[in-house]
């Protein structure tokens, strides 16, 4: 097959990206001040949009256990509060959430395909995907070869993407950027057209192994690739910003940016995550806030 | 031409404008103006809040050795700028003798605490005697983020006497100084700035305590308030704030500019005691075995 006629040249080209009017339009967002009924809605919101996360090498079942039991508990002295979205583990820990969250509606999102490097051999990624689907994950979060794109093989990337999503089958398929790698705006953009044509469901900004992660620049260009493929074909795709989202205010950000990109029909958990270890915590400390009107002390609330 | 000064507050080792935007006019006993000084606001008090406790980390292990170091050094900056603290003195009423003299103590006191910072623990801590086989200690821990309301009537002599204890202690601190003599209090951030303290162990707000000591008082990221000569309402309204997390609320009617107005007392005040209870192998045995 030469590159005429495979599935990757029917990616459209997109307009480069002007990055001085991303960031003013992006600074617009974060001049909203939010307060009262509002808050207390977004807050709730970003809560039940969290993809609560332990990737850590020294990840033992007992964490992930714990994890799995605050993604339900959020804070119990508080009625009325929703759970999480889902739980983000390593393939060998999916069994064990697996069996600590039975037959919650929190959804298991495994990483895989070498997460974080995607420095591993082909068959290592299909299996490593494979692996996580049959241990019971509902979603695969799968990093993409950078090394292969930066060398300019773009093919490979997009194949690749493809084949994971093969595996997937209806099985929601989140594909990470690493956007802290990719430099430049032009390629984070060039990297979600080619996530969203190979058939990813989200794309997602980072592993959260790599600074700079999720900044409101990198969401808004990714954000805008997914509106012009929905303008294009009338298909919606999710977006998970990951790493570096720590308080509340940040995510709230994030919540007005996406209603003002993509419209109201994004905002529920099927279609918008946080990727976060440390947001929740904040983001019930504002809540109790709102609620008692007094300022909250990190001692009161389970440890994340 | 004179121009007045406008104090700034102190955050996080910063110097920020209160974040609410508004401001006061200090005047003199006469009723001209002397000084444009920050009316803070209850954000101010949280980002205090937030800027104290994150340093109590570090602060609280340090070495005692290091507490005292830095507390020396405070004196000394503050020894190198008396004639400004003197100035402000007779600004804010005092006289030229008055002033000279508050300065010198004030030097004093820090001196005074700075050689505490590192013998407090043995007096405050034990070993117990107990009838088992546990080798059973008491030691001293700092209490956490300490909110300090500055005696109304004194400028300097009055914050020094109660910030010190505090800091010495390993706690750090949120202080709401004098709302009718504010300068000193924040010319001794200026010092304070200068002399290796860790950016948010001392936060200095200016402002109406009415306004923002609820706000302090209910905090649950706060551990303890120390009021000095506040009124009855005052301390009524503090303590019942206090009830939630069940901060320790000290009230002293202290004359500060009195020499024996310091003492470990005040350290104690802001310590908890831990005690550990350590098994030991002999048992039944005759001798002590530590």
Not at chain 2, 2 to 31: A, C, D, H, M
Not at chain 2, 91 to 97: H, L, T
Request: glycine content about 6%; aromatic content about 8%.
């Amino acid at each position: 097959m030469t590159a005429q006629n495979t599935p990757y040249s029917t990616i459209p080209t997109s307009p480069t990206i002007d990055k001085v009017g991303v960031e003013e339009r992006v600074a617009r967002f974060q001049t909203r001040s939010i307060k009262g009924p509002a808050k207390m809605q977004g807050l709730s919101m970003v809560l039940s949009m969290i993809d609560l996360t332990t990737l850590e090498g020294k990840d033992t079942p007992n964490k992930v256990r714990q994890m799995c039991y605050k993604a339900q508990h959020l804070h119990d002295v508080q009625e009325g509060l929703p759970t999480v979205a889902a739980v983000c583990v390593y393939p060998s820990m999916v069994a064990v959430a697996r069996e600590a969250l039975k037959d919650s509606s929190i959804k298991i999102a495994s990483v895989s395909t070498a997460f974080p490097s995607g420095q591993a051999p082909f068959e290592v990624k299909k299996m490593d995907t494979q692996f996580a689907i049959e241990s019971g994950a509902d979603e695969i979060d799968m990093v993409i070869s950078r090394g292969k794109f930066f060398a300019g093989e773009h093919n490979f990337v997009f194949d690749e993407i493809a084949a994971v999503k093969e595996i997937c089958g209806s099985k929601r398929l989140k594909v990470i950027l690493e956007t802290g790698e990719l430099a430049s705006l032009d390629q984070v953009r060039r990297a979600s057209d080619i996530a969203i044509h190979a058939g990813a469901d989200f794309i997602k900004t980072s592993t959260g192994k790599i600074q700079p992660a999720a900044t409101m620049q990198v969401t808004y260009t990714m954000l805008m690739a997914i509106r012009d493929h929905f303008d294009r074909t009338g298909k919606m795709v999710g977006m998970k910003p990951a790493g570096g989202i720590s308080t509340s205010k940040l995510a709230l950000h994030n919540l007005v940016m996406v209603k003002e990109i993509l419209g109201d029909a994004w905002l529920s958990n099927e279609w918008f995550r946080f990727g976060a270890s440390s947001l929740a915590n904040d983001v019930l400390m504002q809540y109790m806030k709102q609620v008692t009107g007094k300022y909250q002390s990190v001692d009161y609330f389970t440890i994340d | 031409m004179n121009i007045l000064k406008t104090y700034k507050i102190y955050i996080g080792g910063q110097f920020p404008r209160t974040e609410s935007g508004r401001t006061y006019v200090v005047k003199n006993s006469s009723g001209d103006p002397i000084a444009n000084v920050c009316q803070s606001s209850k954000k101010d008090i949280r980002n205090a809040v937030q800027a104290a406790r994150k340093a109590f980390g570090t602060w609280s292990e340090r070495s005692a050795f290091n507490r005292g170091q830095i507390l020396y050094r405070m004196a000394e900056m503050l020894d190198g700028r008396k004639a400004q603290f003197i100035e402000e003195l007779m600004q804010q009423g005092s006289s030229a003798d008055a002033a000279a003299q508050e300065i010198e103590r004030s030097i004093d006191r820090i001196v005074y605490y700075a050689g505490w910072c590192d013998k407090y623990q043995q007096l405050l801590s034990a070993v117990n005697p107990v009838n088992s086989s546990h080798f059973n200690f008491s030691v001293s821990e700092s209490t956490g983020v300490v909110g300090i309301v500055a005696d109304e009537a004194s400028s300097l002599i009055g914050i020094i006497s109660q910030l010190m204890p505090v800091i010495a202690g390993g706690n750090t601190a949120v202080l709401i100084a004098s709302e009718s003599l504010p300068l000193c209090s924040i010319s001794f951030a200026e010092v304070l700035e200068t002399s290796d303290l860790p950016a948010g162990v001392v936060n200095i707000l200016t402002g109406s305590a009415d306004e923002m000591l609820p706000t302090l008082a209910e905090h649950m990221d706060v551990n303890a308030l120390f009021l000095s000569n506040a009124s009855k309402e005052m301390v009524k309204s503090t303590q019942l704030a206090a009830v939630d997390n069940l901060k320790r609320v000290l009230v002293l009617n202290e004359d500060w500019t009195d020499e024996s107005a310091q003492g470990i007392r005040f350290i104690s005040c802001f310590q908890e005691i831990k005690t550990t209870w350590h098994p030991i192998e002999q048992i039944g045995g005759a001798t002590s075995t530590y």
